[in-house]
C-alpha cells in the first residue's frame, strides 16, 4: 500500500544545532507533500508544501524541506533550531490514486535541549 | 475569521453514550474534512465534504459515525455508542478549491479531544 514513512519516531538536538527530519514515500509518479507541526494540545499548523517547480522549498520559521524524487523522499532540515521548535513535525502526502485523502506519516518529536 | 474553529476542545463520556462534534471551517472554504488522530500516531482520514456533499468515507468510518454537513457550512460529527477504542483527537480541517488536482492546503483546527471511560 502506498504509504508515508517517517523514519525517526524522535530526534533530540541542542540548541543551535542543525536538524533533518526524514520522510520518505512509496509511490514512483508525483506527489504533492507537506509538512506540518503541532505543538501540544494544538491542531496541525503548515510549515511547507511541495507542489511543483523547484525542489527546494522553503516554508515558516526557517525549516526548508528538498523534494528528491528519484530517492522517493521530502526531509525537512534547519539550520539552526531553537526551544520553541520542540514539536511534533507530520509529513504528508496525496498519493497517486489516493483522491482526496491526505494521508500522514506516524509523526517525530522533536525536542530541543539547551 | 478565526480559522477553523472546533468545539468541544475536551469530551469525556461513559462508554455507551453518544457524542456529537461541532466543527465550523473557513468561511470560504467549500472543502472540509474530518481526520482521527491516536496517541503517537499520524492524523487518519475519516471523511471529506465538498459544499454538502460527503463526497467520501473512510473505512475507519464505522456505522456508528455520521457526518454531516447540512448547509455546506458548519459540519457534525456524531458517534453513537461510544467505545473505548473511540478515544482519540478528532480533527477537522478545510480548504478551499485545489491549486491543481488533488493538492487541497489543509487548515487544520485545534481538536476535540475524546475520553471514554
Known amino acids: 500500500a502506498q504509504s508515508v514513512t517517517q523514519l525517526d519516531s524522535q530526534v533530540p538536538v541542542f540548541e543551535e544545532a542543525p536538524v533533518e527530519l526524514r520522510c520518505n514515500y512509496s509511490s514512483s509518479v508525483s506527489v504533492y507533500l507537506f509538512w506540518y507541526v503541532q505543538y501540544p494540545n494544538q491542531g496541525l499548523q503548515l510549515l511547507l508544501k511541495?507542489?511543483?517547480?523547484?525542489?527546494l522549498v522553503k516554508g515558516i520559521n526557517g525549516f526548508e524541506a528538498e523534494f528528491n524524487k528519484s530517492q522517493t523522499s521530502f526531509h525537512l532540515r534547519k539550520p539552526s533550531v531553537h526551544i520553541s521548535d520542540t514539536a511534533e513535525y507530520f509529513c504528508?502526502?496525496?498519493?497517486?490514486?489516493?483522491?482526496?485523502?491526505?494521508?500522514f506519516g506516524t509523526g517525530t518529536q522533536l525536542k530541543v535541549e539547551l | 475569521d478565526t480559522g477553523v474553529s472546533q468545539d468541544p476542545r475536551h469530551k469525556i463520556t461513559k462508554r455507551g453514550q453518544n457524542v456529537t462534534f461541532r466543527c465550523d471551517p473557513i468561511?470560504?472554504?467549500?472543502?472540509l474534512y474530518w481526520y482521527r488522530q491516536t496517541l503517537g500516531q499520524g492524523p487518519e482520514f475519516l471523511t471529506y465534504f465538498q459544499n454538502e456533499a460527503q463526497l467520501e468515507k473512510s473505512r475507519l468510518l464505522s456505522d456508528r459515525f455520521s457526518a454531516e454537513r447540512p448547509k455546506g457550512s458548519f459540519s457534525t460529527l456524531e458517534i453513537q455508542r461510544t467505545e473505548q477504542g473511540d478515544s482519540a483527537m478528532y480533527l477537522c480541517a478545510s480548504s478551499s478549491r485545489a491549486d491543481r488536482a488533488g493538492a487541497n492546503v489543509l487548515t487544520f483546527g485545534a481538536g476535540s479531544r475524546l475520553t471514554v471511560l
Open positions: 468561511s470560504e472554504h467549500n472543502r
Open positions: 504528508a502526502a496525496y498519493l497517486t490514486g489516493g483522491g482526496n485523502k491526505l494521508t
Open positions: 511541495y507542489l511543483s517547480g523547484s525542489t
